[in-house]
Each structure stands twice: as structure tokens, then as C-alpha cells.
């Protein structure tokens, strides 16, 4: 919900700062402002939320049980699947506005709400370059959870073959 919360915040404010990106290079039609803007740049949403990228790229809508969430959820997929008030059977990576999922090391603004280093989020304002690949710690710390659920699921396998085995009959 947080993430969803934090999403439309940052897409209600990133549609106003590309409006005037769009209106500084005499592209805006001001009476349509929120269409011409979008038709002239993309807008790239950035998450690291899995469950909420997930939800916004799937071909339909699921069921979510939270009022105040499904609206706000239903406003976002509404900007990813309409194109001129029409909806469309892909997501236009292209062009428009769509989610893109990203590791969570790679979150230039994750310093400004936790205690952590912030040389990536200067980095980026120094240079103008995001740099989105994982960390070499996230990459190891994957990977180990990737081997944590494999064996977790052969040892589950394993014993659920051993219980089947304890109920079948002797041969006679």
C-alpha cells in the first residue's frame, strides 16, 4: 500500500515536471496539456516493489480487497494500458508511461529515508546518469536466498516423497 501510495505521488508530480520540460521546449498544447505532454516524453516509473510491478503489468486487473488501494491502483494501470481513451491489448514500452522494476540497491533515494551510504544517489546527481545495475552485495545476497529456497524445496520434495512411501502398501 506504501508503495502504491509513494507511485502516485511520484507520477502526479512527475506529469506536472514533464509538462514543463514539454511546455520549455514549445511542445504543450495548454488546453491539453496532460495529453500533449505525455504524447511528446515518456515517463518511466521506477519500483522495486515486485508485488506491485507484478500488479500494474498484468494483463488484468486483480482482486484487491483494500478500498483506497484498488482506486489508487486502478488510476495507475489506467495511465499504463489507455492510450487516447482507448485501452490497448500491450503495455507501449516505447513510449508513454509505464512501471519498470529495478533492485532495491539501486534506489538513489532510498538515502533520504534510511541510514546507508549515498554515494550512488550523488554520483547520479553529479553526472546525470543513472546507474541502475545491482550491487555486487545484492547480487550475493540473491543469490544466496535463491540456494536458501532451492534446498528449502528439496528438502520439502524429499520429505513429502518419504511420507507418500510410508503409506503405500507392501508388495506381496
Given at each position: 500500500?506504501?508503495?502504491?501510495?509513494?507511485?502516485?505521488?511520484?507520477?502526479?508530480?512527475g506529469t506536472r515536471i514533464r509538462a514543463a520540460i514539454v511546455d520549455a521546449k514549445g511542445q504543450l498544447d495548454i488546453r491539453n496539456w496532460e495529453d500533449s505532454a505525455a504524447n511528446a516524453l515518456g515517463h518511466i516509473w521506477f519500483t522495486d516493489c515486485d508485488s506491485l510491478y507484478e500488479h500494474l503489468v498484468s494483463t488484468r486487473m486483480n482482486q484487491i480487497e483494500?478500498?483506497?488501494?484498488?482506486?489508487?491502483?486502478?488510476?495507475?494501470?489506467?495511465?499504463?494500458?489507455?492510450?487516447?481513451?482507448?485501452?490497448?491489448?500491450?503495455?507501449?514500452?516505447?513510449?508513454?508511461?509505464?512501471?519498470?522494476w529495478i533492485d532495491t540497491s539501486a534506489m538513489i533515494a532510498d538515502p533520504l529515508t534510511k541510514v546507508m551510504n549515498a554515494d550512488r544517489m550523488t554520483k547520479t546527481f553529479e553526472t546525470g546518469i543513472f546507474d541502475m545495475t545491482p550491487t555486487e552485495e545484492s547480487l550475493r545476497i540473491k543469490a544466496r536466498n535463491r540456494?536458501?529456497?532451492?534446498?528449502?524445496?528439496?528438502?520439502?520434495?524429499?520429505?513429502?516423497?518419504?511420507?507418500?512411501?510410508?503409506?503405500?502398501?507392501?508388495?506381496?
Amino acid at each position: 500500500m506504501a508503495e502504491t501510495f509513494a507511485m502516485t505521488k511520484g507520477t502526479e508530480a512527475g506529469t506536472r515536471i514533464r509538462a514543463a520540460i514539454v511546455d520549455a521546449k514549445g511542445q504543450l498544447d495548454i488546453r491539453n496539456w496532460e495529453d500533449s505532454a505525455a504524447n511528446a516524453l515518456g515517463h518511466i516509473w521506477f519500483t522495486d516493489c515486485d508485488s506491485l510491478y507484478e500488479h500494474l503489468v498484468s494483463t488484468r486487473m486483480n482482486q484487491i480487497e483494500n478500498k483506497r488501494l484498488r482506486i489508487d491502483m486502478s488510476a495507475l494501470r489506467q495511465q499504463i494500458w489507455e492510450r487516447g481513451g482507448e485501452r490497448t491489448e500491450t503495455i507501449d514500452f516505447l513510449t508513454g508511461d509505464y512501471p519498470r522494476w529495478i533492485d532495491t540497491s539501486a534506489m538513489i533515494a532510498d538515502p533520504l529515508t534510511k541510514v546507508m551510504n549515498a554515494d550512488r544517489m550523488t554520483k547520479t546527481f553529479e553526472t546525470g546518469i543513472f546507474d541502475m545495475t545491482p550491487t555486487e552485495e545484492s547480487l550475493r545476497i540473491k543469490a544466496r536466498n535463491r540456494e536458501c529456497r532451492g534446498a528449502l524445496r528439496k528438502k520439502t520434495k524429499n520429505k513429502k516423497n518419504t511420507s507418500a512411501e510410508e503409506f503405500e502398501e507392501p508388495d506381496s
